[in-house]
């Protein structure tokens, strides 16, 4: 398997979540009541997920490597713009928790804001993914030889194994400062 295969499939499940915010944002407009449970799954998800697990791995391993090949300008700028591209999503997440906190602190513009925010994660992922896969991806496997292929799906797989076990540290670290 190319080590693109595996972020492939973490596109399709990323789609997936995007499809039932989708939903939820319809709901919350039609009830003018958000689910703030699914909003904070959401924002697990994103951050956990699509960000650390998914955009980590992107980051510092197929970038990383990318960064070092001698790529052709037009790659080497959508590579530049993935790298924005997810500061952008990073934002996003935030000001979604922000819009979250405030609604449930009664404001009366937080959930115009909270939808607001979740349309434009969906429109980003979608935009994001698109260039991935139908760009980026295909365009930098062919720099890499078939044994550093194999190199990099290997460092993917590392990465993985230790996200559970670094997010469950996060968050007893978490409440070891509030309790
Ligand atoms: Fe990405
Ligand atoms: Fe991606």
Redesign the pocket.
């Known amino acids: 398997m190319e080590p693109i295969g595996p ?1 492939m499939m ?2 399709r499940l990323i789609e997936r979540m995007l499809q039932l915010v989708q939903k939820e944002i319809q709901e919350a407009e039609a009830k003018q009541r958000v689910d703030g449970a699914f909003v904070d799954a959401v924002v697990d998800f994103i951050r956990w997920y699509a960000d650390r697990t ?2 980590g791995k ?1 980051e510092a391993i197929l970038f990383r490597d990318a960064a070092q090949k001698e790529l052709s300008s037009q790659d080497r700028a959508l590579l530049n713009e993935l790298i924005a591209d997810h500061n952008f999503g990073r934002r996003t997440v935030t000001q979604i928790a922000e819009a979250k906190g405030q609604y449930l602190q009664g404001s009366e513009e937080a959930l115009k804001t909270l939808s607001e925010k979740l349309r434009t994660l969906i429109d980003f992922y979608h935009q ?2 698109q260039k ?1 896969d139908k760009f980026f991806f295909p365009a930098a496997m062919i720099y890499f030889s078939e044994q550093e292929q194999k190199a990099m799906l290997e460092e993917f797989w590392q990465a993985d194994r230790k996200m559970i076990h670094t997010k469950y540290g996060f968050i007893v670290g978490e409440y070891e400062k509030q309790k």
Do not use: A, S
């Open positions: 972020l973490e596109h998914h955009h992107e994001h993914i991935e």
